[in-house]
């Protein structure tokens, strides 16, 4: 093999990707990848024995390379080889305030490097399959790590926006850490399970951060349809890049709109106010080549998922944060106290012409749990009278594959009384389906980012709370998750920290879940993969 990775739902075969990834990711970047993970491993090892309180900057870092691994965040080389400087500079400075540890392979030399400065030694020899002969334990580490993945995307995201929690970086040192270490199926299966406490932490600070500065979403009606301007298009997750674009653009005459998981931005009051923020335009992250096409002017892409870039918007197209593509142009980091500059983006827009319209309408969202705990007593009361009979929580992520459409149908199967709760991308499966409301409550409650997935969570415990139950599993509450990326395996551990059994999971199973990984999960948790739709709708009413 001259690669493998099977982090992502749509992995060759549902095995995993050798010769290069069906995202797009070359040989050379998915080594590379693994090389840096490979030194975050030894710089973490350091991490664990070093006196602390360690400086933050660790954890940051950290954070953010794990983030660059991640599914369709960063195809360049480049930009991954300066990530393994960095990292081999702060495990040489962790190592000196750190006992030596012995036999530590992490601490050797990791590269020898050709005339263009790339590492090209051992990075065929430190990746996932080099983890452990044992396939549970390599599947209870690769579990680990992309679990860790998630919750470090999160957390970075938070971070941006000056929200810490050094438990997080801790928990991350000794993931990481634990990865390189001959540990035992269940000491793996209790760190896997403190994942999803970790992830919580994670998600929970995230929902501090962003409301704090933006605001709680509230129940918004966002427009998908165009204006005559000349306009920018955002991609991704990042707030704080919304927020200074939006200031950044006031008054030039260029609109922006949201793509993707930047919709939930249209819900924030802070970002209400421009109003030149003109709606959504498209929807989930695999359809951005024709409808990046079809935009006429600049797309900023904040994170991930950024999918391989066509000629035909290539130089119109940039990339900022973790993300990269090679041969895009990447706008710097912020320095402390400052702002991104976008005056090349907005330059751009200036010429371009305004996008191609591709539908028209509204769509609702904005159904975070403070708006719905604000209408806790109409919900509540529909479900005393039977007017609702069943929350389906449709979280997570969309992708290409046409089995993923099982999800439009299971939304247009359900019958009247009952309502979808979601969050994420997968939400572009059913969102603009006409699917009516119940006594005013529309039956398509969307939470907002993946992320936002913690909000359903607390409406859930809420719920549980008001209707004076035990346990969550109680509930009048069914759970069909679509998955793709690191991100959604950090939400499904989320769920199973909060006690959340009977999860539906499509449209396949993870490929890095052995069969006896794949079992204990069904056993003690009882996830199961989609089916059939007529078969899981009824299943979910019963």
């Known amino acids: 093999m001259s690669m493998f990775c099977y982090q992502c739902q749509e992995t060759a075969r549902n095995k995993g990707c050798t010769i290069k990834g069906v995202c797009g990711k070359e040989e050379s970047t998915a080594n590379l990848q693994d090389l840096l993970i490979y030194v975050l491993q030894g710089l973490s090892l350091y991490a664990e024995k070093a006196t602390k309180p360690l400086d933050r900057k660790y954890g940051l870092f950290v954070t953010q390379a794990l983030f660059a691994t991640i599914t369709n965040a960063n195809f360049d080389d480049v930009r991954m080889n300066k990530l393994i400087r960095q990292a081999l500079v702060l495990r040489g400075e962790l190592k000196s305030k750190a006992p030596a540890l012995s ?42 790590l992309y679990g860790i993945k998630g919750a470090s995307a999160y957390t970075e995201h938070a971070a941006v926006l000056g929200h810490y929690d050094d438990a997080i970086y801790d928990f991350i040192f000794k993931a990481l850490a634990a990865i390189t270490k001959d540990l035992s199926a269940d000491e793996l299966t ?90 959504n335009y498209g929807s989930a992250w695999w359809k951005q080549s024709e409808e990046f096409e079809a935009f006429n002017g600049p797309i900023l892409m904040t994170t991930n998922c950024i999918t391989p870039v066509r000629d035909s918007y290539k130089d119109r197209i940039f990339t900022t944060g973790m993300a990269g593509y090679p041969g895009v142009k990447h706008i710097a980091d912020r320095k402390e106290g400052g702002k991104k500059d976008f005056s090349e983006v907005i330059a751009i827009a200036k010429k371009s012409k305004p996008p191609k319209e591709l539908e028209k309408g509204e769509i609702v969202g904005g159904f975070a749990h403070n708006q719905v705990l604000a209408l806790a007593d109409k919900v509540v009361a529909a479900v005393k009278s039977g007017a ?81 139950l035990k346990d969550i599993n109680d509930l009048p509450i069914s759970f069909d998750i679509g998955w793709y990326e690191q991100k959604a395996v950090c939400v499904l551990l989320a769920l199973l920290y909060l006690g959340v059994k009977g999860i539906r999971l499509g449209p396949t199973l993870p490929a890095f879940l052995s069969p006896n990984v794949a079992k204990i999960l069904v056993e003690k948790f009882g996830i199961t993969p989609t089916g059939d739709v007529k078969n899981d709708v009824a299943a979910i009413m019963a």
């Open 103 to 144: 036999g530590n392979i992490h601490d050797s030399a990791v590269w020898s490097s050709n005339d263009t400065g790339e590492f090209v030694n051992k990075a065929k020899e430190v990746g996932i399959v080099s983890y452990s002969a044992n396939e549970d334990i390599r599947s209870l580490k690769a579990l680990l």
């Open 388 to 468: 609702i009979k069943k929350f389906v929580v449709m979280a997570g992520c969309d992708g290409r594959q046409a089995g993923r459409g099982y999800f439009t149908d299971v939304a247009k199967s359900l019958p009247s009384n009952t309502v979808i709760l979601t969050a994420g991308c997968a939400k572009y499966r059913y969102n603009k389906l006409q699917l009516g409301d119940i006594g005013g409550i529309p039956r398509v409650l969307d939470a907002g980012q993946c992320n936002d997935s913690y909000s359903l969570a607390v409406v859930a415990l809420k719920l549980k709370e008001v209707f004076g």
């Open 190 to 279: 209790g760190l896997v399970l403190a994942t999803g406490g970790i992830s919580v932490t994670a998600m929970a600070l995230l929902d501090k951060a962003n409301t704090s500065a933006y605001g709680s979403p509230e129940i918004t009606k966002v427009n998908i349809g165009v204006r005559n301007n000349p306009g920018i298009l955002i991609s991704g997750h990042d707030l704080k890049d919304m927020e200074e674009l939006l200031k950044a653009t006031e008054g030039t005459g260029v609109d922006v709109y949201t793509h993707s998981e930047m919709l939930p931005c249209n819900y924030y009051p802070a970002f209400k106010k421009y109003k030149h923020l003109v709606g």
